[in-house]
């Protein structure tokens, strides 16, 4: 079994299928005009479904979808429907804006896609367009009712708080995702990138989103779905379902991290905070063999030693304190979440 320098396991595979976006969350990637990978450096869906393949013989058994906005690849479901079948595949999930998943949902279902995570920072019209710099929130709405009837499922919702802006909503998201059966993960704000400006006044900790809504529902902690996942999970004590919370900042799980990142151009990325990625896509394009891409995957990962976020937690308790601006990483659009 693949292991890194730390003894993590290469369990999950997330894939970058472009990075282009139609929203231009604050978060993310706020700015109006960004350089784009050019078509022609972006993997095809066979190069991908190859690579993938690959990933699988290595003791890979996740692979989630990501973009950008990963509903702005041109017939995804053409991809979903090459890896839904492959041996060795337990879970294949999409992770979407939602602006365009009522259009598109049918097809990914039908092509093999099981369950999404659908971003939603709030129910609040003018809050939400702050937030993503877009005014499309009833689509995004329409795009989960859509998806539930086509049976994907579990629908998760996920929510980053930024302090200032959205933590006086928590509630109204706990309480819709209550009502419609959805499960809500909240995400403490990242220096994700550059472009994001992240300072650490605007994070909302953990420990405050849980007493905001323990407040008003009584919470119980679950424990992580399994031992890599990124969210502790807490149920409502009065059998309403779960919430969950990936305090990435203030409770680093670098420890158990098991998540490699392919992205749009076939770079292979060891961490979310990475400054730079290793080139898959020339060894593809210059007829490596199979045994030569598996050779190439274990090595980078056998050298894997990130630990970005368990760094930035010690640097942020100590006198020096930290700086995001300091590390130059890749951009949140070319990694997805």
């Known amino acids: 079994m693949l292991q890194d320098a730390s003894g993590r396991r290469l369990r999950d595979l997330r894939i970058s299928v472009t990075d282009r976006c139609n929203f231009r969350c604050l978060y993310c990637m706020p700015q109006d005009h960004y350089e ?9 869906f066979e190069e991908i479904a190859r690579l993938a393949r690959l990933f699988l013989r290595l003791g890979t058994t996740k692979i989630r979808l990501t973009g950008g906005e990963a509903l702005l690849r041109r017939n995804l479901h053409e991809l979903v429907a090459l890896l839904a079948p492959m041996p060795g595949l337990q879970d294949l999930c999409l992770t979407t804006n939602g602006s365009l998943l009522a259009e598109q949902a049918p097809a990914l279902a039908s092509a093999g896609l099981k ?3 659908v971003s939603i920072d709030s129910l609040h019209p003018e809050t939400y367009r702050r937030m993503t710099g877009r005014n499309c929130l009833e689509h995004v709405l329409e795009g989960l009712s859509v998806a539930r009837q086509c049976g994907l499922a579990p629908i ?30 909240f995400i403490e704000y990242m220096d994700a990138g550059n472009a994001n400006g992240w300072h650490s006044e605007l994070l909302v900790p953990k420990r405050q989103i849980l007493d905001t809504i323990h407040a008003r529902y009584p919470l119980g902690e679950a424990g992580r779905d ?33 998540r490699a990142r392919l992205t749009a151009d076939g770079k292979l990325v060891t961490c979310l ?27 980078i990962w056998a ?5 970005h976020s368990e760094v ?5 308790n100590s006198e020096e304190g930290y700086q995001a601006r300091d590390r130059t990483k890749i951009e949140m659009i070319k990694l997805g979440g």
């Open 273 to 299: 905070f990475s400054g730079s990625g290793h080139d898959l896509k020339t060894l593809l394009r210059q007829g490596a063999s199979d045994q030569e891409l598996l050779s190439a995957i274990g090595s």
């Open 303 to 307: 050298l894997r030693n990130d630990r």
């Open 36 to 44: 784009w990978i050019e078509r022609k450096e972006i993997l095809t």
């Open 312 to 316: 930035r937690h010690a640097a942020m």
């Open 115 to 117: 369950r999404i995570n």
């Open 226 to 258: 399994q031992t890599n996942s990124p969210a502790v999970v807490y149920r409502y004590l009065d059998g309403g379902g779960d919430v969950g919370v990936i305090a990435s900042v203030t409770e680093p799980f670098c420890f158990s991290c098991t």
């Open 156 to 185: 998760k919702v996920n929510t980053v708080v930024v302090r200032g802006v959205n933590d006086a909503q928590i509630l109204d998201l706990v309480e819709f995702c209550r009502l419609h059966g959805f499960a809500l993960r």
